[in-house]
């Protein structure tokens, strides 16, 4: 099992990815692909980090190797973590066994804060948005593969927190949300762990127990998708937690989204004027710069 775990990517460099682990591991069995609207947002690209030439490769360049080891920034990072490790707390208590950190930040009492930022970030990235065509194509491409190789592909939208919904909808793009969803099923069954449901609306606090900001959940939430994917303890899961749509149930799914929705504002005006005021910030800067 291997965590590729890109940020921020879109759907292109997941293809591509996914070309390089068959190039290296041709004998792969599952993959377990989570998916969300903004890796389909024609205004974003390639992250900085992303290089061609690295890929279906089964060796690393010589560049690669000295800039990793001897770089200027390599210097200045261990320099870094030495001073750090002198003068706080060792951080080693952050990880676990696995490399996860599931008490970097969530636990820290400020929650409230990386919604905000987090929320600002969608703004910063997502405030403009446009399908393209081209990753739904690459998207298209990473099923077809999985088919061809009859490799097990099990594709979820993830849960991002009802908070992040909201930014969708005061950009205006919850319609293109809605058919986001309709085009990913012409191709494959999805499960959807998006919505207004017992985990993903959370009272915005500043201790939360499912998210670290907005858009991260925690590692109990993550175990909960991997149970109701492969059917694993299901009875640990919500019930109201990840629905498998198809183009049979997508309609009456979208209904109940909508109408959770509604009961979810009723109590929620705090953190939708939170929202709110934040997208007003961001929209009066913008019109400054375009001046």
Known sequence: MYNLALDGAVSYEILRYLQHTLKNQPNLKEVIFGIDFFMFNKFLGNQP?????????????????????????????????????????NYDKYYGENGFMPNSKYRDGKAKIWFTKSINIYFQFNYKYKFNDKYFED?????????????????????SHAIDLESIRVTGEWQTFENWKRKILKVTPVWDF??????????LQDVMENYADSSHYTKPVGDLILNRILGYKEKEVPADFGVLITPENIESHLAKIRADREEWVKNRKSELELVQNLENKFGETQQQKDK
């Open 139 to 159: 998207f298209q491409k990473i099923v077809k593969i999985c088919r061809e190789k009859n490799i097990k592909l099990k594709v979820f939208i993830s849960p």
């Open 194 to 203: 998006s919505g207004y449901n017992s985990i993903t609306t959370e009272p």
């Open 49 to 89: 980090g992303f290089d061609e030439n690295r890929l279906e490769k089964n060796y690393l360049f010589p560049s690669d190797i000295m800039n990793s080891l001897f770089s200027l920034d390599t210097l200045e990072v261990s320099r870094k973590t030495i001073l750090a490790s002198l003068q706080q707390e």
